[in-house]
């Protein structure tokens, strides 16, 4: 049983309360979801449950959480390990041990369980987690939805009767994602566990719930029981596609960006990645690649990109004069699933200045441009500031910013919903419509359908390396 | 042990990770420096592992972090690079680099008193190995050939010393605890 | 690479990891104590005899004689150079550069090439070959996670066996990230070959942010799973000699003492 009385935490350096006179009661076996709009304090919230707040991040605490009866003020977080267990989004962040057995027996080691205690606690979690036939397994060649569940595994593991998930499928694909929720039902459902569950992918995880909270501004502004879950909105709202004022008739006839022609390559272990696409893609259209993980199209956007070469067929871009490489070439823009594999400098504008490296003007030029695409991509008075003190989404944004400054001819995104909330998914799809709007072609690899359906003018979808449909 | 936070111990297990990494082409390419003895230590072993190690003692900031580090890289390098004869020299590196950090406390995070670290450092590894290391395996070096390889590692471990520095400094406001 | 895991069944494989690590360490310190070229011969015969138990896969027999080759052509070349007795001068030599030579000669004291420095060079590869093949033998037949309990039970505090597993861990995901970043910001095509300090800040940047936090989320991971650095870890991996290693440490123990008897002769001392 959780009981909140009056809690309210301001983070040290934080300007205002993350957590306002919060005052809840959650009861055993009880299945909790929490929404609300990023920096509402959902996970504020869930850190309070076993005492990260207050003792690992330090500000400032009214009121008392009480958790089976004892004060989270009074316990260190490594005491409430056997009562409340914590999930979060990263799955490799959460993984401390070369295989999947060890890692799950990694909580038993640090409370000094002796072996033959912990033996049977790691194989009830591995069959609760569907792990025993990748128990040997190392973990750096899990999938996102195996690692996620070695980590619940080894929450298990300590018995703890209360669970709490913080986003747990944001960087999984589709099948991961399905993996992690019927893993949760089944703790809910058969082991009677007490679930919080954080997610904005409501519209799956909705009808498991108890009870539904939402919050804004470290307030809880709705409590909902199932009759009234109808009135909760879910799924993502994304901005609807404008139609293109004739885009495809400037000049006549259509000109294509890209176009590949009966494109087979294969990884060098011999693994095959694409069987024999041919795709022709028209300047400024907004073409969307969805599939299975596996399916190829990641390695099909570097195909195109020039990072890779294939092995028979070919790749021509138009666009790119007979001499430049089309690999390191910025006329071709590519974004990678972390913007955080690409920041490099410790303000915004240099950062953003550091993209046109090869394509020098004078300091002038360069100001006005980063300044201009800055207000493109929503980011307006950031120059001065580290890059390390935005939000994820914003550094997104940023690494946008860092590619479309060259003014590329075509950009190739992949899967840009990685690791992102509803609102910066919003803000970022807006801020890519407004690229395509000036006549800049986009190939964006996703595996989230609704995201294609809305923002793309052409969905092409691969399986096994070929396009079928 | 409660000396380092939870976020420290898993920081610094982290940079020995880094430095085994980073010292992945060095290692192997042992062997092969023996026949370009000036060049080829300073390059293989100063920079990458200097810049790693000067990266977490300037994130941590608490003495006994470098030669952890070191211990940590030196030992799980072992399947990289074969032999246990390195784990020494690291050692004494990292050793040296935490008693600087102990003499001059504060005093040590300033461009200066880095690059005086950095060429400690280098210096260090340099002699270690000539006159330590490859007597181990039975090789003699004369002083000479000792003497022509200072100069560019120094140059080089100080500006190692200093990215890692910098890289640290970035990293330690990001570090929680 | 060369030193990895071989994930057979042998009789080297089935040892204690201790023993195995005991063995490193008896063959390090005969290989820096022994000064008999016929001697260190034998310690390294001795320590490829293990060898003929493990089945290692061709590639790897392969890549490692030949970095057996290129440390064994680097000990000739640079003590064929480099070698003085302690007479002062081998028996036969030419000079490359005499001491008379204009500034290099009096700096150096004259560069020269002999056989004699080539063959010592030849008989002094044995030392690090003999460390390399005890060395190789340990890992590839024994998972890391289980050399980490081995250390833990020959006195490591178990929070440090802790950072080492943790370290080991990450290794390969830390590799696939600087993959990830080296290729991203190649596509932006600011990494220039011929600026390698920049090169370096480039791709290190990003991936020791990266990593940091990485150790913030996992910090908190740790601690909410109950990890306590003031407390003893206990450990789900286990380890136990068995008759084997009675065998290894009773052949242990003939070499060694053979090998110290003739140490000890050579000495004088016998």
């Given at each position: 049983?959780?009981e909140?009385?009056?809690?309210?935490?301001t983070y040290?350096?934080?300007?205002?309360?993350?957590?306002?006179?919060?005052?809840?009661?959650?009861?055993?076996?009880e299945?909790?979801?929490?929404?609300?709009?990023?920096?509402?304090g959902?996970?504020?919230?869930c850190?309070?449950?076993?005492?990260?707040?207050?003792?690992?991040?330090?500000?400032?605490m009214e009121?008392?959480v009480?958790?089976?009866n004892?004060?989270?003020?009074?316990?260190?977080v490594?005491?409430l390990?056997?009562?409340?267990?914590?999930?979060?989004?990263?799955?490799?962040?959460?993984?401390?041990?070369m295989?999947v057995?060890?890692?799950?027996?990694?909580?038993?080691?640090?409370i000094?369980?002796?072996?033959?205690d912990?033996i049977?606690?790691v194989?009830d979690?591995l069959?609760?987690a569907?792990?025993?036939?990748c128990r040997?397994?190392?973990?750096?060649?899990?999938?996102?939805?195996q690692?996620?569940?070695?980590?619940?595994?080894?929450?298990?593991?300590?018995?703890?009767?209360?669970l709490?998930f913080?986003?747990?499928?944001?960087?999984?694909?589709?099948?991961?994602?399905?993996?992690?929720?019927?893993?949760?039902?089944?703790?809910h459902?058969?082991?009677?566990k007490?679930i919080?569950?954080?997610e904005?992918?409501?519209?799956?995880?909705?009808p498991?719930?108890?009870r539904?909270?939402?919050?804004?501004?470290?307030?809880?502004?709705?409590?909902?029981?199932?009759?009234?879950?109808?009135?909760a909105?879910?799924?993502?709202a994304?901005p609807?596609?404008?139609p293109?004022?004739?885009h495809?008739i400037?000049?006549?006839?259509?000109?294509?960006?890209?176009?590949l022609?009966?494109?087979?390559?294969?990884?060098p272990d011999?693994?095959?990645?694409?069987?024999?696409?041919?795709?022709?893609?028209?300047?400024?259209?907004?073409?969307?690649?969805?599939?299975?993980n596996?399916?190829g199209?990641s390695t099909?956007?570097?195909l195109?990109?020039?990072?890779?070469?294939?092995?028979?067929?070919?790749?021509?871009?138009p666009?790119?004069?007979?001499?430049?490489?089309?690999?390191?070439?910025?006329?071709?823009?590519?974004l990678?699933?972390?913007?955080?594999?690409?920041?490099?400098m410790?303000?915004?504008?240099?950062?953003?200045?550091?993209?046109?490296?090869?394509n020098?003007?004078n300091?002038?030029?360069?100001?006005?441009?980063?300044?201009?695409?800055?207000?493109?991509?929503?980011?307006?008075?950031?120059?001065?500031?580290d890059p390390n003190?935005l939000?994820?989404g914003?550094?997104?944004r940023l690494?946008?910013?860092?590619?479309?400054?060259t003014?590329?001819?075509?950009?190739?995104?992949?899967e840009?919903?990685t690791?992102?909330?509803?609102?910066?998914l919003?803000?970022l799809?807006?801020?890519?419509?407004?690229?395509?709007?000036?006549?800049?072609?986009?190939v964006?690899?996703?595996?989230?359908?609704?995201?294609?359906?809305?923002?793309?003018?052409?969905?092409?979808?691969?399986k096994?390396?070929?396009?079928?449909? | 042990?409660r000396?380092?936070?939870?976020?420290?111990?898993?920081?610094?297990?982290?940079?020995?990770?880094?430095?085994v990494?980073?010292g992945?082409?060095?290692?192997?390419?042992?062997?092969?420096?023996?026949?370009v003895?000036?060049?080829?230590?300073?390059i293989l072993?100063t920079?990458p592992?200097g810049i790693?190690?000067?990266?977490?003692l300037?994130?941590?900031?608490?003495p006994?972090?470098a030669t952890?580090?070191?211990f940590?890289?030196?030992?799980v390098?072992?399947?990289l690079?074969?032999?246990?004869l390195?784990?020494?020299s690291?050692?004494?590196?990292?050793?040296a680099l935490?008693?600087?950090?102990?003499i001059?406390?504060?005093?040590?995070?300033?461009?200066?008193?880095?690059?005086?670290?950095?060429?400690?450092?280098?210096?260090?590894?340099?002699?270690?190995?000539?006159?330590?290391?490859?007597?181990?395996?039975?090789?003699?070096?004369?002083?000479?050939?000792?003497?022509?390889?200072l100069?560019?590692?120094?140059?080089?471990?100080?500006?190692?010393?200093?990215?890692?520095?910098?890289?640290?400094?970035?990293?330690s406001?990001a570090?929680?605890? | 690479?060369?030193?990895?895991?071989?994930?057979?069944?042998?009789?080297?494989?089935?040892?204690?990891?201790?023993t195995?690590?005991?063995w490193?360490?008896?063959?390090?310190?005969?290989?820096?104590?022994?000064?008999?070229?016929?001697?260190?011969v034998?310690?390294?015969v001795s320590?490829?005899?293990?060898?003929l138990?493990?089945?290692?896969?061709?590639?790897?027999?392969?890549?490692l004689?030949f970095?057996?080759?290129?440390?064994?052509a680097?000990?000739?070349?640079?003590?064929a150079?480099?070698?003085?007795?302690l007479?002062g001068?081998?028996?036969?030599y030419?000079?490359?550069?005499?001491?008379?030579?204009?500034v290099?000669g009096?700096?150096t004291?004259?560069?020269l090439?002999?056989?004699?420095?080539?063959?010592?060079?030849f008989?002094?590869?044995?030392?690090?070959?003999?460390i390399?093949?005890?060395?190789?033998?340990?890992?590839?037949?024994?998972?890391?996670?289980?050399?980490?309990?081995?250390?833990?039970?020959m006195?490591?505090?178990?929070?440090?066996a802790?950072?080492?597993?943790?370290?080991?861990?990450?290794?390969?995901?830390?590799?696939?990230?600087?993959q990830?970043?080296f290729t991203?910001?190649n596509?932006?095509?600011?990494l220039?070959?011929?600026?390698?300090?920049?090169?370096?800040?480039?791709?290190?940047?990003?991936?020791?942010?990266?990593?940091?936090?990485?150790?913030?989320?996992?910090a908190?991971?740790?601690?909410?799973?109950?990890?306590?650095?003031g407390?003893?870890?206990?450990?789900?991996v286990?380890?136990a000699?068995?008759?084997?290693?009675?065998?290894?440490f009773?052949?242990?123990?003939?070499i060694?003492?053979?090998?110290?008897?003739?140490?000890?002769?050579?000495?004088?001392l016998?």
């Amino acid at each position: 049983m959780i009981e909140f009385s009056h809690f309210s935490f301001t983070y040290r350096h934080g300007k205002r309360r993350a957590l306002d006179d919060i005052t809840l009661s959650i009861q055993d076996g009880e299945f909790v979801i929490v929404a609300g709009p990023s920096g509402c304090g959902k996970s504020t919230l869930c850190l309070s449950f076993n005492g990260i707040i207050p003792h690992m991040l330090h500000g400032s605490m009214e009121g008392e959480v009480r958790v089976n009866n004892r004060n989270t003020h009074n316990f260190e977080v490594r005491d409430l390990a056997g009562e409340v267990g914590i999930v979060f989004q990263n799955p490799d962040n959460q993984i401390f041990a070369m295989t999947v057995e060890e890692d799950v027996a990694f909580g038993p080691e640090n409370i000094g369980m002796s072996r033959e205690d912990m033996i049977p606690k790691v194989e009830d979690a591995l069959s609760l987690a569907g792990l025993q036939s990748c128990r040997k397994r190392p973990v750096h060649r899990l999938s996102g939805g195996q690692k996620q569940r070695t980590a619940i595994a080894g929450i298990y593991a300590l018995s703890p009767d209360i669970l709490v998930f913080d986003e747990p499928t944001a960087d999984l694909d589709p099948s991961g994602t399905q993996e992690v929720f019927d893993t949760i039902r089944y703790l809910h459902k058969k082991e009677g566990k007490t679930i919080i569950l954080i997610e904005h992918k409501l519209k799956t995880v909705l009808p498991y719930a108890d009870r539904l909270l939402f919050m804004n501004e470290g307030k809880i502004t709705h409590d909902l029981v199932p009759d009234e879950f109808g009135q909760a909105r879910s799924g993502v709202a994304y901005p609807s596609r404008k139609p293109k004022p004739g885009h495809s008739i400037i000049n006549g006839s259509p000109k294509p960006a890209i176009i590949l022609d009966d494109v087979h390559y294969h990884y060098p272990d011999g693994t095959p990645a694409v069987n024999g696409v041919s795709l022709e893609i028209i300047t400024s259209e907004f073409v969307a690649i969805t599939g299975e993980n596996g399916s190829g199209k990641s390695t099909l956007g570097m195909l195109m990109k020039g990072m890779l070469k294939p092995d028979t067929g070919t790749v021509k871009i138009p666009v790119l004069q007979k001499d430049q490489v089309p690999g390191t070439s910025t006329k071709i823009g590519y974004l990678f699933q972390n913007p955080d594999d690409q920041i490099v400098m410790d303000r915004v504008d240099k950062e953003i200045a550091c993209g046109l490296h090869q394509n020098t003007g004078n300091s002038r030029q360069v100001a006005e441009k980063v300044r201009r695409v800055m207000d493109m991509t929503g980011l307006p008075d950031f120059e001065d500031r580290d890059p390390n003190t935005l939000s994820r989404g914003e550094r997104q944004r940023l690494a946008v910013a860092s590619i479309i400054v060259t003014e590329p001819e075509i950009l190739i995104f992949d899967e840009p919903t990685t690791g992102q909330d509803t609102e910066n998914l919003a803000r970022l799809m807006n801020c890519i419509v407004n690229i395509n709007g000036q006549h800049t072609t986009m190939v964006m690899i996703t595996h989230d359908l609704d995201l294609a359906h809305a923002c793309a003018d052409r969905i092409i979808v691969m399986k096994e390396g070929r396009i079928v449909g | 042990m409660r000396y380092f936070s939870t976020s420290d111990i898993i920081a610094i297990s982290m940079f020995g990770a880094l430095g085994v990494i980073v010292g992945f082409l060095g290692n192997i390419l042992h062997g092969a420096s023996s026949i370009v003895p000036f060049i080829g230590p300073a390059i293989l072993h100063t920079v990458p592992q200097g810049i790693v190690l000067f990266a977490c003692l300037s994130t941590i900031r608490k003495p006994g972090a470098a030669t952890l580090q070191c211990f940590i890289a030196s030992i799980v390098s072992m399947p990289l690079m074969g032999a246990p004869l390195f784990i020494i020299s690291y050692l004494v590196q990292g050793i040296a680099l935490d008693s600087a950090y102990v003499i001059l406390g504060d005093r040590m995070w300033n461009r200066v008193a880095i690059s005086i670290n950095g060429a400690i450092f280098a210096t260090i590894g340099v002699i270690l190995l000539f006159y330590v290391v490859l007597p181990m395996q039975g090789l003699v070096m004369p002083f000479y050939v000792v003497l022509l390889s200072l100069p560019i590692n120094i140059a080089l471990g100080i500006v190692a010393a200093l990215i890692g520095y910098r890289l640290g400094t970035r990293a330690s406001s990001a570090l929680i605890g | 690479m060369i030193f990895e895991y071989v994930g057979k069944e042998s009789f080297v494989h089935r040892l204690d990891p201790r023993t195995k690590i005991i063995w490193l360490f008896v063959v390090t310190i005969f290989a820096i104590a022994l000064r008999q070229p016929l001697l260190l011969v034998l310690l390294f015969v001795s320590s490829v005899i293990p060898f003929l138990f493990i089945k290692v896969p061709k590639k790897q027999v392969i890549a490692l004689i030949f970095l057996y080759m290129l440390i064994t052509a680097g000990a000739i070349i640079s003590q064929a150079l480099f070698y003085r007795p302690l007479t002062g001068l081998p028996e036969e030599y030419t000079w490359i550069i005499p001491p008379d030579f204009p500034v290099i000669g009096p700096f150096t004291g004259g560069i020269l090439i002999s056989m004699e420095g080539a063959i010592y060079g030849f008989i002094q590869a044995f030392r690090i070959l003999a460390i390399l093949n005890a060395s190789a033998m340990m890992v590839m037949t024994t998972p890391l996670n289980r050399l980490i309990v081995g250390m833990r039970k020959m006195g490591i505090p178990s929070t440090l066996a802790f950072m080492l597993s943790t370290a080991v861990r990450f290794v390969p995901t830390l590799m696939d990230e600087y993959q990830t970043i080296f290729t991203a910001q190649n596509a932006r095509g600011i990494l220039n070959k011929w600026h390698p300090l920049q090169l370096i800040e480039y791709t290190f940047t990003p991936l020791v942010l990266n990593s940091v936090r990485r150790c913030n989320q996992l910090a908190l991971a740790a601690e909410s799973r109950g990890f306590d650095s003031g407390c003893i870890r206990t450990s789900y991996v286990s380890i136990a000699f068995s008759y084997r290693d009675v065998i290894a440490f009773i052949v242990m123990g003939a070499i060694s003492t053979g090998l110290t008897v003739s140490l000890f002769h050579y000495w004088g001392l016998i």
